[in-house]
């Protein structure tokens, strides 16, 4: 291959910072006024996303199946309704799946879009649970989307109270030792005094993921304290006892009473209100803006970041109080995501929605997204492991995972057989920056479907 190509600033637009060029849409004649004019027209529940059940709904039928399959008359019976639930949890899941891709093929606002996902992943959920894998659509519809263009200390309350995250991350069953309905226990069993049943998972991720970042000068004593101020946050079953199915209940009995010491600072609060406390000084901690103004340096700017940049958007997000759209905007006045060479490498993700969003789809024709994203090694709603999905390119440009995408890109274009012509195409989807050595080989080849899978699996379009 020749050097990179000069990406203009409208290519830049369109596949770094949207999800992919449709080649029915023209290119944006001025990038960035483009990219700022889609805050005031994205749609946070689009009618595709709209159609899922929410939480609540999620919730009641999660309840009733498992009552189903735990109160059968024999095993015949109980293991009929084990197998219903299974399959009711991937259905949920799969079309939680199609609805997001759909969202994404079709949105005008594809930048604000790319912020969903790239907040869904910072705030990682991972579907391995049953009960997480059924909620991933609406964690993501409720949590997120109606705070990628708000305050993060907004988006954080949300994500930290959603049913979605207490379950992924065992807060449902976390109990201060010296909770009241711990000391019951304790005397129902008669072992008084017995230290018991706190759960450390929520309050490490919210330090070391969510808001601080790793080696940012918490210590294990500060997860256990902020663990206690958390103990009584949970959710409410399916029965409906103590308010909504799925919603966000707080548990006085299960909190663990006293002040609490944090990072120096006591916080002294009763019941609810001290991990409250405690969530908001996170939010605004100079910490927090580091760590979050360096994830989106390297999601827009390259893997390894100019600390200008990030130290730029730090400081936005600081001075804004953690207003996320003035971190967006200062991101985009910096000149280090729009350098002219192709700075990231596509995910499977990225990947899958640019392919198809420069075919034109608005749909998948009746394919499940979820199995497809499975096998192209980024399985959506499930990176197994609460940091979410790497964003580098070391992660992601194996030579299987490449095999990968070679052979469904053949699958596509063999679906899409000669209906495209290739040559016509990759001008449209690399916005006229296209390697003149691409052109030659899509040029040179056999048929069109093999022109058509040779673009797809392009370095020119497997970069952004």
Sequence with gaps: MTDSPHLSEAAIALNRFGLGARADEPPPADAKAWLLAQ???????????????????????????????????????????????RDEVRDAYRNAVDARVQSALTTDTPFVERLVHFWSNHFAISTEKPQVAALAGAFEAEAIRPHVLGRFEDMLFAVERHSAMQVFLDQVGSVGPDSRAAMRADAKAGERGTKRGLNENLAREIMELHTLGVRTGYTQ?????????LTGWSVVGAKGMGGTPGSFVFREPLHEPGERTIMGRTYA??????????????????????????????????????????????????????????????????????????????????????????LGASD??????????????????????????????????????????VELAQRIAARVGD?????????????????????????????????????????????R
């Design 221 to 229: 004593s500060d997860v256990t304290e902020f663990a206690r101020a």
């Design 364 to 405: 998948l024709g009746g394919v499940k997204a979820a199995p497809l994203l499975t096998q192209l090694g980024q399985p959506v709603w499930r990176p197994g492991s609460p940091a979410g999905y790497d964003d580098i390119a070391a992660s992601w440009a194996a030579p299987d995972a490449l095999m990968r995408r």
């Design 39 to 85: 805050f005031d027209r994205y749609d946070p529940r689009p009618p595709v996303l709209a159609q899922l059940p929410d939480s609540s709904s999620v919730a009641r039928e999660l309840g009733a199946a498992r009552q189903q399959a735990a109160s059968g008359a024999d095993q015949d019976a109980k293991l009929a309704a084990r197998n219903m639930l």
């Design 269 to 358: 609060q009763a019941g609810e209100a001290q991990a409250q406390a405690v969530l908001r000084d996170l939010a605004a901690a100079p910490a927090t803006a580091h760590h979050i103004a360096a994830k989106l340096a390297r999601h827009f700017a390259g893997d390894d970041p100019s600390p200008a940049l990030a130290a730029r958007l730090a400081q936005a997000f600081a001075s804004s109080g953690g207003d996320l759209p003035t971190v967006y905007r200062a991101l985009i006045a910096s000149p280090e995501p729009w350098t002219s060479t192709p700075v990231k490498f596509k995910t499977p993700w990225d990947w899958t929605l640019s392919a198809l969003r420069g």
């Design 419 to 463: 209906r495209v012509d290739a040559r016509t195409l990759a001008p449209k989807l690399t916005v006229d920056s296209l390697d003149p050595a691409t052109a030659l080989a899509i040029s040179r080849a056999e048929s069109a479907q093999t022109a058509l899978a040779l673009l797809l699996v392009s370095p020119d379009f497997q970069r």
